[in-house]
């Protein structure tokens, strides 16, 4: 696993394959593989509680702490395996949005204007796309808070666009800590859909009073 190969560089932080990992066995609760009948859903849900998980949670965790990064090939083959489970899109959902993690800078915008938590926003996501993936794989669009990105390298085989739903949970993610409240995030077009290119369009959403 550990190949040094400069054609297939390792650029992809391995919290995002200790996230993932942590997610999928933490909804994999023995009770609901039990009541589970259809052997589709049970055999990829089983793969959370294994020891083989186990081990990869480990290793990455390893790996988080020397700083080594994850190839796009592994990255790709850890998002693919994932995506046959059934609950996919919520697992990546998830993911995104719990492996944010604002800096105080990008907070103390609470108290100013909307606008500029919208700035905030979207710099920290630029900042942060950048330091997950050692490149820009999302980019910023016209709008309060709009990304963009076309062939995102990790789907592979993914004909309902559910991997498109780690980035959803990143801008959730960020649009939370940096409003400090609710947001909502839509994910409008969708390469795998059909459209050209995939976008996303997060708000704030204000408090009722
Ligand atoms: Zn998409």
């Given at each position: 696993m550990h190949d040094t190969n400069p054609k297939n560089p390792r650029r992809v932080k391995a919290i995002v394959?200790?996230?993932?990992?942590?997610?999928?066995?933490?909804?994999?609760?023995?009770?609901?593989?039990?009541?589970?009948?259809?052997?589709?859903?049970?055999?990829?849900?089983?793969?959370?509680?294994?020891?083989?998980?186990?081990?990869?949670?480990?290793?990455?965790?390893?790996?988080?702490?020397?700083?080594?990064?994850?190839?796009?090939?592994g990255t790709t083959a850890l998002f693919t395996l994932v995506n046959r489970r059934s609950d996919s899109d919520e697992v990546f959902f998830s993911t995104g949005r719990e492996l944010v993690k604002v800096r105080s800078p990008f907070r103390w915008g609470q108290v100013l204007p909307t606008s500029f938590q919208y700035m905030f926003a979207r710099t920290f996501f630029g900042w942060y796309l950048k330091h997950l993936f050692g490149r820009h794989i999302v980019g910023l669009a016209e709008g309060p808070f709009n990304v963009e990105a076309q062939g995102l390298f990790f789907r592979e085989g993914d004909p309902k666009g559910k991997v498109c739903h780690f980035i959803s949970g990143i801008c959730q993610g960020i649009l939370e800590q940096i409003g400090n409240g609710s947001a909502e995030v839509e994910h409008?077009?969708?390469?795998?859909?059909?459209?050209?290119?995939?976008?996303?369009?997060?708000?704030?959403?204000?408090?009722q009073s």
């Amino acid at each position: 696993m550990h190949d040094t190969n400069p054609k297939n560089p390792r650029r992809v932080k391995a919290i995002v394959g200790l996230r993932l990992l942590e997610v999928v066995r933490d909804r994999d609760l023995p009770s609901e593989i039990l009541e589970e009948e259809d052997p589709a859903q049970t055999i990829p849900r089983r793969l959370g509680l294994s020891d083989a998980v186990e081990r990869q949670i480990r290793a990455y965790r390893d790996d988080v702490r020397k700083g080594v990064r994850l190839t796009d090939e592994g990255t790709t083959a850890l998002f693919t395996l994932v995506n046959r489970r059934s609950d996919s899109d919520e697992v990546f959902f998830s993911t995104g949005r719990e492996l944010v993690k604002v800096r105080s800078p990008f907070r103390w915008g609470q108290v100013l204007p909307t606008s500029f938590q919208y700035m905030f926003a979207r710099t920290f996501f630029g900042w942060y796309l950048k330091h997950l993936f050692g490149r820009h794989i999302v980019g910023l669009a016209e709008g309060p808070f709009n990304v963009e990105a076309q062939g995102l390298f990790f789907r592979e085989g993914d004909p309902k666009g559910k991997v498109c739903h780690f980035i959803s949970g990143i801008c959730q993610g960020i649009l939370e800590q940096i409003g400090n409240g609710s947001a909502e995030v839509e994910h409008s077009l969708c390469q795998a859909l059909g459209d050209d290119r995939c976008r996303w369009e997060g708000s704030f959403i204000e408090p009722q009073s």
